[in-house]
């Protein structure tokens, strides 16, 4: 067994006194949250990904997402008040975030960034999210993402 990464995000779950568990899989570029799901033998949907994005000003925001789903950008514009939003350029996730893509957390963040959640995803028993390393990911109760960070709740899903 991998002996977990220190990351921010780590640090801030035990911080908070969050409790999580440690998952890890072998990373493949471009693999996403099915070579996750696989590894854990997890269901995709309850692998969130974690998407920096930037609204038409360029100021950046963060998606959670069900690994299972896309994000449809017009309806997140339109519920967030802004005219579009993009995802971003993976160096100017990273410059945002202090993580490589593919290793992105919510937890932890460089900049403090507003982070927005599909809705149900916090309807879910159990999610895995990124611990902030490629091929780590942590298992945590959706309810405690508000004890970690702040949230707002989302209705952006597509259908992949």
């Not at 490589?100 to 149900?120: I, N």
């Amino acid at each position: 067994m991998s002996k977990a990464p220190s990351t921010p995000a780590t640090r801030l779950l035990k911080e908070r006194n969050i409790s999580y568990s440690e998952h890890f899989y072998t990373y493949e570029d471009h693999g996403g949250t099915a070579v996750a799901a696989r590894s854990l033998g997890a269901d995709e949907h309850a692998v969130v990904k974690t998407l920096v994005m930037e609204d038409e000003a360029g100021r950046p925001l963060v998606v959670l997402m069900h690994g299972d789903r896309d994000v449809s950008t017009k309806t997140l514009a339109r519920q967030i008040g802004c005219k579009t939003v993009q995802i971003c350029k993976p160096d100017v996730a990273q410059k945002h975030s202090g993580y490589l893509v593919g290793g992105t957390s919510p937890f932890g963040t460089r900049k403090v960034m507003p982070v927005f959640v599909e809705r149900t995803i916090l309807e879910l028993e159990r999610i895995y999210i990124n611990g902030g390393s490629r091929g780590f990911l942590v298992g945590i109760a959706p309810a405690d993402l508000e004890k970690i960070i702040k949230v707002t709740a989302v209705d952006v899903a597509l259908a992949c």
